[in-house]
Structures are given as C-alpha cells and as structure tokens.
C-alpha cells in the first residue's frame, strides 16, 4: 500500500499526563509504516473550553493549526479525541461559510497565514480502520492477542457531534471493535461503550463522576473484559488514574487494565511491553500480558 502521511498532532494531554500514548503511537507508527510528520508551530486547540467564550479566538487558534498542516499538503491526524472533536468542530464552520472563513483568515494575516479549507482532520482509530485499512491491519499481526477480551470505549468525542465527525455512528459505531479482532482479541460489547466516562465533571462534581466511571468499569468487566482500550487519553485518564476512586464510589475493587489504542496495536505488532511504556499506567496491564 501507499505511504500514509500525516501532520501529526498529539494534543496537550498526551505531551504530559499520558506521554505513553504519544509516545507509543510514534512507534506504532514508524512499525506500520505511517509517517507523522511534526508540527512544531502548532498551538493548543482551546479543548473546547475557549469555544463558547471566545468563538472567534477559538476558530482563528484552530484555522492556525489547520494553515500549517495546509501548507505542508497533509491532512492531520491526532490522538487526542477532545482535539478531534474540537477541531472538526472548529473546520465544519469554517468550510460551510466562506464569509466566517474570510474573517478568520483576516486574522490569521497576521501572522502570515492563510486556510483554503482543504485540511481533514482524524485520529489514530480511523487511520487504522479507514485509511490503513482492518485487512491491511490484521497482515501486520506476529502475535495475535487470542488470550485479550477488551472492552471498546470510544470516548464521547470520538463520536459526537457527529455532524461534524462522521467517521463512525455514534449509536453503532464499529471502528474500535473491528480493530480489536483484527489484532486477534476478543472484542467485548458493552452498553456504556459510547458513553461518558466522567471525566467531562471530574471538576464540578468529583462523586458523581467516580461513580460514572465505576459504572462504565463494572459494565464492561460485568460483560467477561479483563481490559479495556480507548483512543481517548482523558478516557485513559478517568479510567485508569481515577480507577482507586471509582472502586471506593462504588465499594468495589475493579482492577480493570486500561489500554491505549496504540498500546493494544503494539503489543500485536511484536513490541514488547517495555516499548509500549505500560509500565505508566497506575492499574498494571502487565498481569495479562503474555
């Protein structure tokens, strides 16, 4: 197949809390053959907190980011499922009216920049079950994970709005699942998978965000997964880092690994634990590694 290019933006996330995702998708990458190709002038998307307080700062930060990835000739691809949703968010208004785009690009003068609206923007989930491919996925496999039953959580970003996303249905999605089997494993379905994990009011209301999360573990586990994987690093972060939270909210132990979608891909492409830095997590993956 032909080389997959893409600008490559991780998010502020997983440059610091979850380094691991950032770090192990670069591998997972250059294993696949995808090139992500660095932008170093990039800024933070406003994460969606800027939208409603600013719209205009907040789509001139996003068409900035899109400008440069414009310029190289390449589409972006991010781990970070509340940039996607931000940022195609952000790229639907500006490409459904010229008048807001012209306004935005007044902006971005500047700076010495300029967006033609050409730029898509995607996470690691749909390169790999669009652009790569599930069959070209599934060649790539030395060591199927057929002892790994995992529970899919998409992550509310990843998914919605879905007017402006569109990849997967946010009601039957099928990305996550079919990326699941093609790595060998078991794909467990669960009614919370396209649910909110919390963590959208860890900072307003923290018990009743435990106990979101404990809901989405217990559903999962309850189903027969002795793991989760997610493409979303604030979902990682809710599930595994809060973990001891959501197990007193709900006075229970959990002890549900959490993987991230390019950890679970690593693992099935060879590379060892090591490789794809489990050794970050706070609930230990390594007890179901073979």
């Keep these: 197949m032909a080389l997959l290019r893409y600008a490559y933006y991780p998010g502020c996330a997983s440059h610091e809390i979850t380094k691991e995702a950032n770090e192990t998708t670069i591998v997972v990458a250059a294993r696949l053959g995808i090139e992500l190709v660095d932008m170093p002038k990039a800024n933070c998307c406003g994460a969606g907190l800027l939208t409603d307080y600013d719209y205009p700062l907040s789509l001139a930060l996003n068409a900035r980011i899109f400008a440069e990835a414009e310029s190289l000739g390449l589409d972006i691809m991010t781990i970070c499922s509340t940039c996607l ?5 952000a790229n ?3 490409r ?9 690009n007044a902006i971005l003068a500047r700076t010495g920049l300029r967006y033609g609206g050409n730029v898509k923007i995607k996470q690691l989930l749909w390169v790999l079950a669009g652009d790569y491919g599930i069959g070209n996925l599934k060649k790539q496999v030395v060591k199927p994970l057929n002892w790994i039953k ?3 959580f998409y992550g509310c970003h990843s998914l919605r709005p879905s007017d402006a996303l569109g990849f997967d249905d946010p009601m039957k999605p099928w990305s996550l699942e079919a990326v699941i089997e093609a790595l ?8 919370g998978k396209t649910k909110c994990c919390g963590f959208q009011i860890d900072l307003v209301d923290e018990e009743t965000a435990a106990k979101m999360t ?3 573990l217990l559903d999962g586990k309850g189903k027969g997964a002795n793991c989760f994987v997610t493409p979303c690093p604030f979902c990682h972060i809710n599930l595994d880092n809060y973990q001891s939270l959501a197990e007193k909210a709900a006075s229970k132990k959990i002890s549900m690994p959490i993987f991230h979608l390019a950890q679970l891909v690593g693992l099935a492409l060879g590379l060892s634990s090591g490789e794809m830095k489990l050794s970050r997590h706070l609930v230990s993956p390594e007890k179901i590694i073979k």
């Excluded at 459904?96 to 935005?104: A, V």
């Excluded at 060998?184 to 009614?191: H, L, Q, R, T």
């Design 150 to 152: 995992a529970a899919p």
């Design 85 to 89: 949703m931000v940022m195609n968010t």
């Design 92 to 94: 639907r208004d500006l």
């Design 184 to 191: 060998g494993a078991e794909s467990v379905d669960f009614k």
């Design 96 to 104: 459904n009216s010229p008048e807001l785009l012209e306004k935005t």
């Design 214 to 216: 404990a809901t989405r």
